[in-house]
């Protein structure tokens, strides 16, 4: 079975210094991992994707993350958060077990950008 | 580019009523998903469809709760009767399953429902 886990639900930085949201996920195969982000009263939106190509995966806004296998971690790193980054983030895990692909998401971490 | 649609966007309702909620998913995609977001649970999976058919609904409670996609444009959740703890918001997602690198979701922007 796959599972996520967050390991913080708030995470709070000064705007212009780094982000780093964490996420450990559990799999018995090779999974695919997302993170998506939720702005306030929005629904949510694929942040990046890892589906076994690179490592180190680019995403929009200037987030990024990298997938280590050997410490079953999926980090969400920024070097300098905005403002807007002020959001809802999700860790997502995707497998094929049971054929189906069926996602499992984390708790969400809330980031809190301070001016 | 392509999105899913839900209807309403807001609800209001009286605790007893009927509440039925819409998504018309992203044309293509096999899979349908509904989840219920709330400040205390977080995001919650309901009930998901594979071309059509209903896949778990376990996530749903049974004795009021109804999900069904009559046709490939159109899924509902319905609810019968409502009750204050139903306020939440309830999205719809849709995505192509098929494998590694095909299993994005794509989300609604959710229906807001308050049950008083």
């Known amino acids: 079975a796959q599972s996520v886990t967050q390991l913080d639900s708030h995470v709070s930085v000064s705007e212009g210094t780094p982000v780093l949201l964490r996420c450990n996920y559990s799999s018995s195969y090779s999974p695919s991992l997302f993170w998506y982000v939720q702005h306030p009263n929005k629904g949510l939106q694929l942040l990046l994707k890892?589906?076994?190509?690179?490592?180190l995966v680019k995403g929009i806004n200037g987030f990024e993350a990298e997938f280590k296998k050997s410490e079953t971690s999926f980090h969400l790193t920024k070097p300098s958060a905005h403002m807007s980054d002020a959001a809802e983030y999700f860790c997502?895990?995707?497998?094929?077990?049971?054929?189906?692909?069926?996602?499992?998401f984390g708790r969400g971490t809330s980031l809190i950008v301070h001016p | 580019d392509a999105r899913v649609t839900q209807t309403p966007r807001h609800k209001v309702t009286e605790m007893g009523q009927e509440v039925t909620m819409r998504c018309q998913p992203i044309?293509?995609?096999?899979?349908v998903f509904w989840y219920r977001q709330t400040m205390m649970q977080g995001l919650e999976l309901l009930a998901y469809f594979r071309n059509r058919a209903p896949l778990d609904d376990s996530g749903m409670p049974k004795d009021r709760f109804s999900a069904e996609m009559p046709d490939a444009t159109l899924a509902t959740l319905k609810i019968q009767p409502s009750e204050p703890r139903d306020s939440a918001v309830y999205f719809c997602?849709?995505?192509?399953?098929?494998?590694?690198?095909?299993?994005?979701?794509?989300f609604g922007a959710g229906s807001r429902l308050t049950v008083l």
């Open positions: 997602a849709s995505g192509l399953m098929a494998g590694a690198g095909a299993n994005v979701l794509t």
């Open positions: 044309l293509g995609h096999n899979t």
């Open positions: 890892y589906t076994s190509a690179a490592t």
């Open positions: 997502v895990v995707s497998d094929p077990s049971g054929g189906s692909y069926i996602p499992t």
